[in-house]
């Protein structure tokens, strides 16, 4: 029925971690920039869908929360695909 995988509790514990490390403002405004390029140029047609939706938000802190949220949901589905085809490769 659906394509999307189903993300493992393992993926939480990743994503967590990396919003642990991304400790100091100027190691996550790297991550970030670097993220959002990428989903930019790998998903042109949902960036815009994001952009727009974030148009409708009245403050900057409306907007983090949303971005965050994409950021999390997306990252979770690419890193649990990854896991998934490295896994089907190597036969577990």
Known sequence: ???LPKV???IKYSLYKTIK???TEKRKSAYLKSFWK???DEQPELANIVRTEMENFKN???MG???HGVWLIYAALESQLEADEMNEEWGL
Do not use: L, V, Y
């Open 60 to 62: 900057a802190h409306e």
């Open 1 to 3: 029925m659906s394509r």
């Open 38 to 40: 990428g989903f930019k």
């Open 21 to 23: 490390d991304m400790a």
């Open 65 to 67: 929360a949303f971005a």
């Open 8 to 10: 493992a509790k393992e």
